[in-house]
């Protein structure tokens, strides 16, 4: 598991981002993972159970949760990791292991008997959720992501644009999948992730007028749907 980070998230106007991104540019510098255009898309499918455990733990805003996803990045299946992002207290720490595309089908298809002996132990740790807690694939949510890093403070600014979900659909390796809008045309989600400290330079940069102080959560957003 990684170290304890701060996260904070917010939604942003349309315009705030266009001037912040431009702002952030001269102190920052783009993510290496990004494409030419600075960007990439992240599609997740998460995990829920049919009572909507980890819904409702972050509605009522529990101090300590877990939450299971499975990412893959522009729709291919390179790279498919597993994670587990925890809240404790006000820190966020994220686990995360590779799995296979065979792998992940299974698990969509509830076969999780392998799951329980494995050498990785976030997929033994899943297989103790899905088997006590019916904790299953419940959505899968795309969006394009915009990723600015700064080394003072470990600092990882993104904008998160196009929200989408495909509701109860998690075939999350069909290009085709039918997806929703989540969001409002005009809103980006802005989220800013540092380990001890956010140095006053970016807290500076960051002191929007209009910036909506609600913790927005993507899966959350998603769910409004079903």
């Avoid at 899943?126 to 795309?142: A, G, I, N, S």
């Avoid at 600015?148 to 495909?166: A, E, H, M």
Wanted: with cysteine.
């Amino acid at each position: 598991m990684s170290l304890g980070r701060q996260e904070l998230k917010h939604a942003i106007s349309l315009a705030e981002y266009q001037v912040l991104r431009k702002k952030l540019a001269h102190f920052m510098t783009i993510d290496p993972h990004a494409a030419s255009d600075g960007k990439y898309m992240i599609r997740s499918t998460y995990f829920d159970n049919f009572d909507n455990k980890v819904l409702q733990e972050k509605k009522e805003g529990y101090l300590n949760r877990d939450k299971y996803r499975v990412r893959i990045y522009g729709k291919c299946d390179h790279v498919i990791n597993l994670e587990r992002k925890s809240k404790r207290n006000n820190l966020t720490f994220k686990s995360k292991c590779q799995i296979t595309r065979r792998e992940f089908e299974k698990v969509r298809k509830s076969e999780i008997a392998w799951m329980e002996e494995d050498d990785r132990p976030l997929v033994r740790d899943l297989f103790f959720e899905m088997y006590h807690y019916q904790l299953r694939p419940r959505t899968v949510v795309d969006y394009i992501r915009e990723p600015y890093v700064y080394p003072f403070g470990n600092v990882r600014i993104t904008f998160d644009l196009k929200v989408q979900t495909s509701m109860h659909n998690t075939n999350m390796f069909a290009r085709d999948l039918p997806m929703v809008d989540v969001l409002e045309p005009d809103v980006v989600i802005l989220e800013v992730k540092y380990d001890e400290y956010l140095p006053d330079v970016i807290k500076h940069l960051l002191q929007l007028s209009d910036t909506r102080q609600e913790a927005y959560s993507k899966y959350q957003l998603s769910r409004m749907y079903g």
